[in-house]
C-alpha cells in the first residue's frame, strides 16, 4: 500500500530531513505501519523504537482541545458562535466568538512582550488581554493563541486542569494508555530540538508557550506514539466510536466536512484544516510543528498518520514544510489510483 510514498519519507529520510519516523495508512479495516530511522542523534544515535512517545505539538489542538470543545457543543454546555467571554470572563474582547477561535479568524494580535521569560500566572493574565483585529471572521491566520485561551475556557467550565480534562475525555475513552502530558521519565521520548538555551529538549514540551503553562496548556503538550493516535484516527473513521465508547456523534464528524469560517469561504473547519483528495473529496489535516501530521478522509475512511522528530537536532523549518508538502501531494495522488482500482472489482 503507498509504494511511491514510502519511497518519498524512505529518501526524505536519508537525506536528513527528520532523523526517523514512525507512520501508518489506515484504513477502516486495517494498517500498515512503519518505523524507522533514529529517534536521536546527537549527543549519541539511538534507534528508533514503536514505543517510544513523540510530542506531536499542534496536533494536540484537534485530539485534545477540539474534541473537548465539540463535546460540550454536542451538549449545548457551549454555543460556538457566542462571544468567548461569556464563558471565560477573564477575557477582555467581547467581539471574538469560539467559532473565530477554532477557525482561526480571530485576528488576535497576540504579541506578548518577554513572553517566553513569564511565570505560568503572568501568561495567563496576558493572554486574557490580547485583541481582535480588523479582520475578525474575515480572514484565517493560524496561531496558537486561539487553543491556549479554549484551554483556559475548559478549565473554567470543568474546573480541572485542563490535562486532566484531556485525559478522563479524550484519552481514556479512546484507550491511549501510552499517552501522556508532562512526562516523568525523558527517557520514553523521542528527542527534539537542541536548542540554544534549554539544551536538548527531551521529555519536555518544545513548544515554548506549552513549556510554561504546563498543565494549562491548551495548544501542545501532548506525548503520544503510532499506536495510540490510531486510536484516535479509527475514532473519526468509525463516525465518532471508539470500540463501544461514543467520543463524538456522527453528525459532528459530517459537519468537519464542511467550511466552519464565518463567511464559509475560509477552507477550515472547526480545529481542523480542510483539504480535498483528487476527487474532491474533503479531508481533515492537521500538522504538529515538530513534525508530525494527521490526514484523515471520513468519506472514504482511510487515514494518514506521520510522525516525525524532524526537528532534532536543529530545526529546518522551511526545508521540511516544502518536503512534506511534495509527500502529501504523492500520497493524495495514490490515494486517488487505489480508490479507482478498488472501484473497478
Same mark, same amino acid.
Given at each position: 500500500?503507498?509504494?511511491e510514498?514510502?519511497?518519498?519519507i /524512505?529518501?526524505?529520510?536519508?537525506d536528513?530531513?527528520?532523523?526517523?519516523?514512525?507512520?501508518?495508512f489506515?484504513?477502516?479495516?486495517?494498517?500498515?505501519d512503519?518505523?524507522?530511522?533514529?529517534?536521536?542523534?546527537?549527543?549519541?544515535v539511538?534507534?528508533?523504537?514503536v514505543?517510544?512517545?513523540?510530542?506531536?505539538?499542534?496536533l494536540?489542538?484537534?485530539?485534545?482541545? +477540539?474534541?473537548?470543545v465539540?463535546?460540550?457543543?454536542?451538549?449545548n454546555r457551549?454555543?460556538i458562535d457566542?462571544?468567548? /467571554?461569556?464563558?471565560?470572563?477573564?477575557? !477582555?474582547?467581547e467581539?471574538?466568538?469560539?467559532?473565530?477561535?477554532?477557525t *482561526? +479568524?480571530?485576528?488576535?494580535? %497576540?504579541y506578548?512582550?518577554?513572553r517566553?521569560?513569564?511565570?505560568?500566572?503572568?501568561?495567563?493574565k496576558?493572554?486574557?488581554?490580547?485583541?481582535?483585529g480588523?479582520?475578525?471572521?474575515k480572514?484565517?491566520?493560524?496561531?496558537?493563541?486561539?487553543?491556549?485561551?479554549l484551554?483556559?475556557m475548559? !478549565? !473554567?467550565?470543568?474546573g /480541572?486542569?485542563?490535562?486532566?480534562?484531556f485525559?478522563?475525555?479524550?484519552l481514556?475513552?479512546?484507550?491511549?494508555?501510552?499517552?501522556l502530558?508532562?512526562?516523568?521519565?525523558?527517557?520514553?521520548?523521542?528527542?527534539?530540538?537542541i536548542?540554544?538555551l534549554?539544551g536538548?529538549i527531551?521529555?519536555?514540551? *518544545?513548544?515554548?508557550k506549552?513549556?510554561i503553562?504546563?498543565?494549562?496548556?491548551?495548544?501542545a503538550?501532548l506525548f503520544t506514539?503510532?499506536?495510540?493516535?490510531?486510536k484516535f484516527?479509527?475514532?473519526?473513521?468509525?463516525?465518532?466510536m471508539y470500540?463501544?465508547?461514543?467520543v463524538l456523534?456522527k453528525?459532528?464528524?459530517?459537519?468537519?466536512?464542511?467550511?466552519?469560517t464565518?463567511n464559509?469561504?475560509g *477552507?477550515? %473547519?472547526?480545529?481542523?484544516?480542510?483539504?480535498?483528495?483528487?476527487?474532491?473529496n474533503?479531508?481533515l489535516? *492537521?500538522?504538529?510543528?515538530t513534525g508530525?501530521?494527521l490526514?484523515?478522509?471520513?468519506?472514504?475512511?482511510?487515514?494518514?498518520v506521520?510522525?516525525?522528530n524532524?526537528?532534532h537536532?536543529?530545526?529546518?523549518?522551511a526545508?521540511?514544510?516544502?518536503k512534506?508538502?511534495?509527500?502529501?501531494?504523492?500520497y493524495?495522488?495514490?490515494?486517488? +489510483?487505489n480508490?479507482? !482500482?478498488?472501484?473497478?472489482?
Open positions: 500500500m503507498y509504494k510514498t514510502r519511497k518519498k /524512505k529518501e526524505f529520510m536519508n536528513g530531513v527528520f532523523p526517523g519516523v514512525s507512520f501508518s489506515m484504513t477502516e479495516a486495517k494498517s500498515d512503519y518505523t524507522w530511522g533514529n529517534a536521536q542523534i546527537l549527543p549519541t539511538e534507534s528508533m523504537d514505543s517510544l512517545l513523540f510530542d506531536v505539538a499542534s494536540t489542538k484537534v485530539i485534545c482541545t +477540539t474534541t473537548v465539540l463535546q460540550l457543543m454536542e451538549t457551549i454555543d457566542m462571544s468567548f /467571554k461569556k464563558y471565560y470572563p477573564a477575557f !477582555e474582547d467581539k471574538i466568538t469560539i467559532r473565530h477561535l477554532l *482561526h +479568524t480571530s485576528d488576535i494580535q %497576540s506578548i512582550k518577554n517566553d521569560t513569564l511565570t505560568k500566572e503572568e501568561l495567563r496576558a493572554y486574557s488581554q490580547v485583541k481582535s480588523e479582520n475578525l471572521g480572514q484565517v491566520a493560524y496561531t496558537d493563541t486561539g487553543t491556549i485561551l484551554g483556559f475548559l !478549565e !473554567e467550565l470543568l /480541572k486542569d485542563v490535562i486532566e480534562i485525559k478522563e475525555r479524550v481514556q475513552p479512546l484507550d491511549m494508555s501510552d499517552s502530558f508532562l512526562p516523568a521519565d525523558p527517557f520514553q521520548t523521542v528527542p527534539t530540538e536548542h540554544p534549554r536538548l527531551r521529555g519536555q514540551t *518544545h513548544d515554548p506549552a513549556f503553562l504546563a498543565e494549562h496548556a491548551g495548544n503538550g506514539n503510532l499506536k495510540d493516535i490510531k484516527v479509527t475514532m473519526y473513521l468509525n463516525e465518532g470500540k463501544t465508547n461514543r456523534e453528525m459532528t464528524i459530517q459537519s468537519l466536512l464542511l467550511d466552519q464565518p464559509r469561504k *477552507h477550515r %473547519s472547526l480545529g481542523w484544516d480542510l483539504k480535498s483528495d483528487l476527487a474532491g474533503p479531508l489535516f *492537521h500538522t504538529g510543528y508530525t501530521f490526514l484523515i478522509d471520513p468519506v472514504n475512511k482511510e487515514g494518514f506521520f510522525l516525525s524532524r526537528v537536532p536543529i530545526d529546518k523549518r526545508e521540511y514544510i516544502e512534506r508538502d511534495q509527500l502529501i501531494a504523492i493524495l495522488n495514490e490515494k486517488i +489510483t480508490i479507482d !482500482e478498488s472501484l473497478s472489482f
